[in-house]
């Protein structure tokens, strides 16, 4: 079964330093991965995605997250983090195709002005 | 433009009153999910239709219902709300060239008192 690990459950940065997020998935196969931010009371909004091809993925916003098969992993960074930022950030893998997705617990980021 | 849309986007309801959720896509798309996805938690699927495919989780309490009248709408009845089903309620369906990406409404908001 597929599994996300989200290692970081809170995370604090300050205004304009760097940013990364981290995720580890168990899959068997080459996954699909995707990064979500959720702002408190909205849905769920796509920053990036990765399933073949560049293993660095550019999304939006800023941010972007590298492919790491060895690892198993797919971290999302930011160069520079702004406040609006503040959110919670979920990794999630899924198989594709309109297949199920397994999310990580999440992490809940916190910028300091 | 809103391609996912909720109604209501809060809701407040009884303990034991029933309630329905309502979900609705502009995107004609075949896959519909919904979710429940409580405070700090990570999103968890209820159940998904592909077409008129009903499938539902296992761990989903028999409380929760579905129905898909048309592509376009999808609905989500709670039979008997506990205070335990206070959650955001979220619905997806599916983008991307593969349908491979899943694309989320507002939530819903719900409160059991």
């Known amino acids: 079964a597929q599994s996300v690990t989200q290692p970081d459950i809170h995370i604090t940065v300050s205004e304009g330093a760097s940013l990364e997020l981290r995720c580890n998935y168990s899959?068997?196969?080459?996954?699909?991965l995707f990064w979500y931010v959720q702002s408190p009371g909205q849905g769920l909004q796509l920053l990036l995605k990765y399933f073949s091809g560049d293993t660095l993925v550019q999304g939006i916003k800023g941010f972007e997250a590298e492919f790491k098969r060895s690892q198993s992993s797919f971290n999302l960074r930011k160069p520079s983090v702004h406040w609006s930022d503040a959110a919670e950030y979920f990794c999630a893998v899924g198989q594709g195709g309109g297949n199920k997705l397994t999310f990580g617990t999440g992490t809940q980021l916190k910028v300091e002005l | 433009d809103a391609m996912v849309i909720q109604n209501p986007r809060y809701q407040v309801t009884q303990f034991g009153k029933p309630v329905t959720l309502s979900c609705s896509q502009t995107?004609?798309?075949?896959?519909m999910y919904w979710y429940q996805q409580k405070s700090s938690q990570a999103p968890k699927l209820l159940f998904h239709y592909y077409d008129k495919d009903f499938n539902n989780e296992a761990d989903t309490p028999d409380n929760f219902q579905s129905r898909r009248p048309n592509t376009s709408f999808c609905f989500l009845d709670i039979r008997s709300p506990g205070l335990g089903d206070t959650a955001m309620y979220l619905c997806a369906t599916t983008v991307g060239q593969y349908q491979e990406t899943q694309y989320f409404g507002p939530g819903t908001r719900l409160l059991v008192l």
């Open positions: 899959y068997g196969a080459t996954p699909y």
């Open positions: 995107l004609n798309h075949n896959v």
